[in-house]
């Protein structure tokens, strides 16, 4: 099991490099949070991003892999081409509040099935919402997502749908995320204000990694 961290964004909404940010402001960056989280589970964990990219000091111990910029997609196809194991975990790096047993979820519902997983979670609808940047990805699939990459299609949320990936449904989170923290992503400065909150309310224990 590889796990690929996407990394390589350019931040348009929030103005600095998100990999960069901290939540809570004084504790460890977004990066460092989700790489530790995502070793503990893995065998490999590879960093995506360009090679301009900007990375906290702290995040030692990856493997870096370069795409060309592409977006997410790309990052994908860049991360399962350089994969050295068969199934990988894809992470955002803006995931402050990822849990390592929400990770260790959707492997297992990877291992029932024997197929890629992508969480479904409610959006603000009410309606089902993918959530294909805390997903598994088989890497034999990616010579067909590079031919939707090359087709045009540059959406994860359609890839995942033409691979008829399984779903990993709101019931089984609820009992260790009950409000699908683990999901929330920093894109803009109030997102990371939002984020910050919520680090000062919830309460710690001596495994917490948000210290």
Not at 42 to 48: H, K
Not at 99 to 111: A, D, K, T
Not at 118 to 137: M, R, W
Not at 191 to 205: G, K, Q, W
Request: charged share 25%.
């Amino acid at each position: 099991m590889s796990a690929a961290v996407l990394a390589g964004g350019l931040s348009r909404r929030m103005g600095t490099p998100k990999a960069m940010l901290r939540v809570p402001e004084h504790g460890p960056t977004m990066l460092e949070r989700v790489v530790r989280v995502v070793r503990r589970c893995t065998n490999q964990v590879m960093l995506v991003g360009t090679r301009e990219s900007v990375y906290p000091p702290e995040v030692t111990d990856v493997q870096h892999v370069f795409d060309a910029g592409a977006g997410p997609v790309g990052g994908l196809i860049a991360a399962l081409r350089a994969s050295d194991h068969p199934n990988v975990l894809v992470t955002g790096c803006d995931l402050p509040f990822l849990s390592e047993e929400v990770v260790r979820l959707v492997i297992e519902r990877s291992v029932e099935s024997g197929r890629g997983v992508c969480p479904s979670i409610p959006d603000a609808t009410g309606s089902e919402s993918l959530q294909p940047l805390l997903a598994l990805y088989h890497r034999d699939d990616v010579e067909e997502i590079t031919e939707l990459f090359k087709a045009g299609e540059h959406s994860l949320v359609r890839i995942v749908e033409a691979l008829n990936m399984a779903q990993l449904r709101v019931e089984k989170l609820i009992a260790i995320d009950a409000w699908q923290w683990s999901f929330f992503n920093v894109n803009t400065t109030a997102d990371l204000d939002v984020a910050r909150r919520h680090a000062a309310l919830t309460e710690r224990n001596d495994n917490d990694i948000l210290e």
